[in-house]
């Protein structure tokens, strides 16, 4: 959630306790009146064990039942914490992670899988998260990759068209 309460990004695995995307919204905006101004990083609502983090304008949240592993979760949270800080640069905002949320998806996908947590060691869902576009297909890559990749080129082209004719125009003067 971003400083204001609203939904940046969010993964229910739980459809029985969140149906639809009004109830999840509805419980969000609960959660954030609860814990926006307490200095706690544990708190039990609604039959639920969440642990949360913030930072800058960024409140991070990791739910589970009320006999989950409060362990487990907060290795959970930590994970997610530690990876998106580095994959940010230490550029902990909402803009950089609007940026980047490409990566920041992928490495939500690799701490957890259909809320079965899958790996709690930051350096590895970091490497497993940034992955070089070059590498991509050209199917895989969006618009915007696509894009940048041949005004890339273009201007690699251009560059060296213009080396070929400074030196076509010295190799003439002489």
Excluded at 31 to 48: P, Y
């Amino acid at each position: 959630l971003d400083n204001d309460g609203n939904r940046l990004l969010a993964k229910y695995y739980d459809s029985s306790k969140f149906p639809n995307i009004k109830e999840q919204k509805k419980f969000e905006k609960f959660l954030f009146k609860k814990t926006v101004k307490a200095s706690n990083e544990i708190i039990m609502l609604d039959g639920l064990t969440i642990l949360y983090r913030s930072s800058v304008d960024l409140y991070f949240y990791v739910m589970g039942s009320s006999y989950e592993n409060e362990l487990m979760l907060l290795s959970a949270l930590d994970c997610l914490f530690s990876s998106l800080n580095t994959i940010l640069r230490k550029d902990f905002e909402k803009k950089a992670l609007l940026d980047h949320m490409d990566i920041v998806l992928l490495a939500l996908d690799e701490i957890c899988d259909n809320g079965i947590l899958m790996e709690s060691d930051p350096e590895v869902v970091v490497s497993r998260a940034q992955l070089r576009l070059d590498d991509l297909p050209l199917a895989e890559q969006t618009v915007a990759h696509v894009q940048a990749g041949l005004r890339a080129k273009m201007d690699a082209t251009t560059a060296l068209v213009q080396s070929a004719k400074e030196q076509l125009k010295w190799s003439l003067l002489k």
